[in-house]
Protein backbone atom coordinates (compact mmCIF):
# COMPACT_ATOMS: atom_id res chain seq x y z
CA UNK A 1 0.00 0.00 0.00
CA UNK A 2 1.56 2.89 -0.84
CA UNK A 3 -1.00 5.16 0.59
CA UNK A 4 -4.63 5.51 1.66
CA UNK A 5 -7.39 5.18 -0.86
CA UNK A 6 -4.76 4.49 -3.59
CA UNK A 7 -5.25 1.62 -5.66
CA UNK A 8 -3.76 -1.30 -4.61
CA UNK A 9 -0.84 -2.95 -6.80
CA UNK A 10 2.08 -6.04 -6.11
CA UNK A 11 5.49 -4.74 -6.25
CA UNK A 12 8.80 -6.48 -5.87
CA UNK A 13 10.72 -5.57 -2.68
CA UNK A 14 15.04 -5.92 -2.32
CA UNK A 15 15.30 -6.87 1.46
CA UNK A 16 18.28 -7.38 3.84
CA UNK A 17 19.10 -10.99 4.25
CA UNK A 18 17.75 -12.36 7.51
CA UNK A 19 19.18 -11.64 11.19
CA UNK A 20 20.38 -14.08 13.06
CA UNK A 21 16.74 -14.96 14.25
CA UNK A 22 14.65 -14.13 10.99
CA UNK A 23 13.73 -16.36 8.99
CA UNK A 24 13.15 -14.73 4.85
CA UNK A 25 9.94 -16.47 2.98
CA UNK A 26 9.33 -16.26 -0.74
CA UNK A 27 5.42 -15.74 -0.76
CA UNK A 28 3.40 -18.24 -2.86
CA UNK A 29 -0.27 -16.42 -1.21
CA UNK A 30 -0.78 -14.36 0.86
CA UNK A 31 -4.37 -13.26 2.34
CA UNK A 32 -5.59 -9.27 2.79
CA UNK A 33 -8.42 -9.81 5.30
CA UNK A 34 -11.00 -6.54 7.09
CA UNK A 35 -7.64 -5.66 9.02
CA UNK A 36 -5.89 -4.58 5.44
CA UNK A 37 -9.10 -3.17 4.51
CA UNK A 38 -9.43 -0.87 6.75
CA UNK A 39 -5.53 -0.10 6.91
CA UNK A 40 -6.39 0.73 3.29
CA UNK A 41 -9.23 2.71 3.53
CA UNK A 42 -7.80 4.86 6.49
CA UNK A 43 -10.05 3.83 8.97
CA UNK A 44 -7.10 2.47 11.32
CA UNK A 45 -4.22 4.24 11.18
CA UNK A 46 -0.95 2.98 9.90
CA UNK A 47 2.05 3.98 8.29
CA UNK A 48 2.67 4.55 4.60
CA UNK A 49 4.20 2.52 2.31
CA UNK A 50 3.51 -0.52 3.85
CA UNK A 51 2.46 -4.03 3.06
CA UNK A 52 -0.85 -5.52 3.68
CA UNK A 53 -1.47 -9.48 4.32
CA UNK A 54 -0.13 -11.20 7.53
CA UNK A 55 -0.67 -15.10 6.64
CA UNK A 56 0.58 -16.55 4.06
CA UNK A 57 2.41 -19.35 2.49
CA UNK A 58 5.70 -20.15 0.82
CA UNK A 59 9.10 -21.78 0.89
CA UNK A 60 11.95 -20.85 2.95
CA UNK A 61 14.97 -18.58 0.85
CA UNK A 62 17.11 -17.89 3.51
CA UNK A 63 17.30 -18.48 7.55
CA UNK A 64 19.65 -16.50 10.44
CA UNK A 65 22.71 -18.42 12.04
CA UNK A 66 20.60 -18.83 15.07
CA UNK A 67 17.39 -20.43 13.51
CA UNK A 68 16.79 -24.50 13.98
CA UNK A 69 13.13 -25.16 13.47
CA UNK A 70 13.10 -24.53 9.36
CA UNK A 71 15.56 -25.21 6.95
CA UNK A 72 15.98 -23.56 3.09
CA UNK A 73 13.88 -25.03 0.94
CA UNK A 74 10.52 -25.81 3.75
CA UNK A 75 7.67 -25.47 2.82
CA UNK A 76 6.01 -23.18 5.83
CA UNK A 77 2.75 -21.39 6.51
CA UNK A 78 2.67 -17.91 8.11
CA UNK A 79 0.45 -16.90 11.06
CA UNK A 80 0.54 -13.57 13.01
CA UNK A 81 -0.29 -15.37 16.28
CA UNK A 82 2.13 -15.90 18.55
CA UNK A 83 2.60 -19.98 19.68
CA UNK A 84 4.29 -20.81 22.95
CA UNK A 85 5.65 -24.67 21.53
CA UNK A 86 4.58 -26.58 24.49
CA UNK A 87 0.97 -26.49 24.98
CA UNK A 88 -0.84 -29.72 23.36
CA UNK A 89 -2.26 -27.69 20.61
CA UNK A 90 1.47 -26.93 19.64
CA UNK A 91 3.10 -30.54 20.15
CA UNK A 92 0.35 -31.79 17.99
CA UNK A 93 1.61 -29.76 14.98
CA UNK A 94 -1.85 -27.40 15.56
CA UNK A 95 0.45 -24.37 17.11
CA UNK A 96 -2.48 -21.83 15.39
CA UNK A 97 -4.47 -23.24 18.44
CA UNK A 98 -1.93 -22.62 20.72
CA UNK A 99 -3.42 -22.19 24.46
CA UNK A 100 -0.94 -19.45 25.57
CA UNK A 101 -0.94 -17.38 22.68
CA UNK A 102 -2.99 -14.20 23.35
CA UNK A 103 -4.61 -13.51 20.48
CA UNK A 104 -5.22 -9.77 19.57
CA UNK A 105 -7.75 -8.54 17.80
CA UNK A 106 -8.32 -5.38 15.60
CA UNK A 107 -12.02 -4.29 16.04
CA UNK A 108 -15.14 -5.57 18.47
CA UNK A 109 -17.47 -5.00 15.54
CA UNK A 110 -19.10 -8.60 13.99
CA UNK A 111 -16.37 -10.24 12.96
CA UNK A 112 -14.22 -8.99 15.69
CA UNK A 113 -16.46 -10.64 17.65
CA UNK A 114 -16.52 -13.93 16.06
CA UNK A 115 -12.61 -13.53 15.45
CA UNK A 116 -13.49 -13.63 19.90
CA UNK A 117 -15.35 -16.47 19.68
CA UNK A 118 -13.14 -18.38 17.48
CA UNK A 119 -10.62 -17.99 20.15
CA UNK A 120 -12.26 -18.81 22.99
CA UNK A 121 -13.51 -21.95 21.43
CA UNK A 122 -9.78 -22.94 19.99
CA UNK A 123 -8.68 -22.73 23.80
CA UNK A 124 -6.96 -19.11 24.37
CA UNK A 125 -6.76 -18.34 27.99
CA UNK A 126 -6.25 -14.71 26.77
CA UNK A 127 -7.47 -12.32 24.06
CA UNK A 128 -6.88 -9.12 23.21
CA UNK A 129 -9.63 -6.56 21.73
CA UNK A 130 -8.23 -3.32 20.15
CA UNK A 131 -11.19 -1.21 19.14
CA UNK A 132 -9.52 1.84 16.88
CA UNK A 133 -13.22 3.42 16.05
CA UNK A 134 -13.37 6.01 19.12
CA UNK A 135 -17.60 6.45 20.41
Not at 69 to 97: E, F, I, K, Y
Not at 107 to 130: F, P, R, T
Amino acid sequence: MTEVNVPLHITSLDLDAPKSDEVLVRLAATGVCAFDAHTHSGRIPSPSPCVLGHEGAGVVEAVGDRVTHVAVGDHVALSWMPNCGTCRHCQSGRPALCTAAAPAIFGAGGVGLSAVMAAQISGAEHIIVIDPVAD
